[in-house]
Antibody, heavy 121, light 108 residues
Framework: QVQLVESGGGVVQPGRSLRLSCVGSGFTFSVNGMHWVRQAPGKGLEWVAL????????AYADSVKGRFTISRDNSKNILYLQMNSLRYEDTAVYYC??????????????WGQGTPVTVSS | EIVLTQSPGTLSLSPGERATLSCRASQSVSSNYLAWYQQKPGQAPRLLIF???NRATGIPDRFSGSGSGTDFTLTVTRLEPEDFVLYYC?????????FGQGTRLEIK
């Protein structure tokens, strides 16, 4: 079965960096685009970044553009999110999510359990 | 940028009743890229509906989606106690994802 397991979250000071990882299993990792989606405490879902299956194309939310970098290693089935210049408002649970096409439909199907990031001085 | 507005923010109903949740897009969108998710407390979201009206694997048939253009609806018939949680609609643009702000279904 499809599994996505995130790691790397923790408490970090403003302005510092953190790298999140997500290991995918139970599917051919290199076939699917992958996303990071976050959820601040008590708030809704916010899309963060997308990387195409081959890693060549990426897209970011305006709120993280220039600070966060999404990448992947298809040989190891790992998705990454490098977060630099962290701000208080980046505090959230970060989810790794699989992207999929079925026919003409495009959507997000499997979600990891999330890894919490707290930006605090 | 497409904005999704969900209404109501909170819906109070009783078990066994029917729930109708709305998701309105700021401009016309393709039904192919509209999905609904359910989120229980402390858990990751779960896919319910994709392509506006297709149930995901394992989702009970009391959940259904409909709509087109700018107006989409998630309907839950015969509400069960475990259905009283949060629901989000989502749109997939060319290279960005947008979520609605969510509708909370609560027991009346």
């Amino acid at each position: 079965q499809v599994q996505l397991v995130e790691s790397g979250g923790g408490v970090v000071q403003p302005g510092r960096s953190l790298r999140l990882s997500c290991v995918g299993s139970g599917f051919t990792f290199s076939v699917n685009g992958m996303h990071w989606v976050r959820q601040a405490p008590g708030k809704g879902l916010e899309w963060v970044a997308l990387i195409w299956n081959d890693g060549r194309d990426k897209a970011y939310a305006d709120s993280v553009k220039g600070r966060f970098t999404i990448s992947r290693d298809n040989s190891k089935n790992i998705l990454y999110l490098q977060m630099n210049s962290l701000r208080y408002e980046d505090t959230a649970v970060y989810y790794c999510v699989r992207d999929i096409w079925i026919g003409s439909d495009k959507f997000l199907d499997y979600w990891g359990q999330g890894t919490p990031v707290t930006v605090s001085s | 940028e497409i904005v999704l507005t969900q209404s109501p923010g909170t819906l109070s109903l009783s078990p066994g009743e029917r729930a109708t949740l709305s998701c309105r897009a700021s401009q016309s969108v393709s039904s192919n890229y509209l999905a609904w998710y359910q989120q229980k407390p402390g858990q990751a979201p779960r896919l319910l509906i994709f392509g506006a009206s297709n149930r995901a694997t394992g989702i009970p048939d009391r959940f259904s989606g409909s709509g087109s253009g700018t107006d989409f609806t998630l309907t839950v018939t015969r509400l069960e106690p475990e259905d009283f949680v949060l629901y989000y609609c989502q749109h997939y643009d060319t290279s960005a994802i947008t979520f609605g702000q969510g509708t909370r279904l609560e027991i009346k």
